[in-house]
């Protein structure tokens, strides 16, 4: 989708969109939202960021998803001037002049870091949120020194985007999620995430993130998902968690995924763009417990990913089911 064609849609007289999640977890799903709702939303982030009317605002994120038509409502909102560059992998690398506010997936800012002219720029950038995936610890470690405001969000398409922020930057880093005014967590019995955000979305929604709320009762912190647990012979473990250990040592892509078991009732797999199976199993052992030592590794080509970037763990299940 163009930024006219989506201007186009935001300027019918329809109160709605059509928007599509993102599929991480399976085939993307479309929906309607309501118009005023991502206004409500665009209002909130803008304010709590501190942004101005003028203000640039970077556009680099495909319009087809939530994140990219939520860059475009809030630069109309808030009256932002609005950078739009075609979605890349390398996207301050064509712009000259960085802008105020920008929101940018973990991909792209790693790019960023690894080039001397688009790190000064992404350091030039006064609001920065990242969203769409997982922030490796050594990503936020290296953020913490960036002189302005670096933002992890929170949210998803049912809340139009984010409805919490964690701070990554300065001696206010944080690994706790600050929640918008008017937005409430909780956690169910099943120790998933429960929002109340009546703003931007119409009823509670519950989630598939574990997670854990502070003692204030009002941030919280996201310990992975619920679709991602592997209940091996009575142990539960989180994928997150697992692959978290593993990150620093690993210099290849991989995922941990699962797949039923006669006897465990479910396994541990390891699926990684190499054939250095001996490497990565002297990992596994040096890194995680025996709990937590997969069952089988699995060779492949490219890890599965959504279009949007993230892990695409269904088809990784998939993958570690049929090998």
């Given amino acids: ?188 019995a099943d120790g998933c995430l429960v929002i109340d955000a009546p703003t931007v979305c119409a009823l509670p929604l519950t989630t598939n993130d574990i997670a854990e709320i502070a003692a204030d009762g009002r941030r919280f912190r996201i310990r992975g998902r619920k679709d991602n647990v592997i209940c091996s012979g009575g142990i539960k473990l989180q994928i997150e968690e697992m692959e978290a250990k593993l990150r620093p040592y690993i210099n290849v892509p991989f995922l941990i995924s699962k797949r039923s078991d006669p006897k465990f009732g479910e396994t541990v797999v390891m699926i990684a763009e190499t054939n250095d199976i001996e490497s990565l199993k002297t990992i596994c052992k040096e890194r995680l417990n025996k709990y937590e030592q997969p069952h089988k590794y699995i060779a492949v080509d490219s890890i599965p990913t959504t279009e949007t970037g993230k892990p695409a763990r269904a088809k990784a299940m998939e993958i570690a089911q049929t090998h």
């Fill in 1 to 188: 989708m163009t930024l006219e064609e989506f201007i186009n849609q935001w300027q019918s007289p329809s109160p709605t969109l059509l928007v599509h999640t993102s599929g991480s977890t399976g085939k993307p799903k479309p929906m309607l939202v309501e118009k005023r709702r991502m206004e409500a939303s665009a209002r909130i982030t803008c304010s709590f960021l501190g942004l101005k009317r003028g203000d640039s605002a970077l556009l680099c994120m495909p319009l087809d998803y939530i994140a990219g038509k939520m860059m475009v409502v809030r630069a109309i909102v808030w009256g932002l001037q609005l950078i739009d560059i075609p979605p890349c992998g390398h996207p301050l690398k064509q712009i000259d002049t960085p802008p105020v506010f920008a929101a940018m997936v973990p991909m792209q800012v790693y790019n960023s870091m690894q080039d001397d002219d688009e790190r000064q720029k992404l350091w030039q950038i006064k609001h920065l949120i990242i969203g769409g995936g997982a922030i490796s610890d050594e990503m936020a470690a290296e953020l913490r020194l960036h002189p302005n405001a670096v933002w992890s969000t929170y949210g998803m398409t049912e809340t139009l985007s984010h409805i919490a922020l964690r701070r990554l930057s300065g001696p206010q880093a944080s690994e706790w999620y600050e929640p918008f005014d008017g937005v409430n967590v909780s956690i169910n």
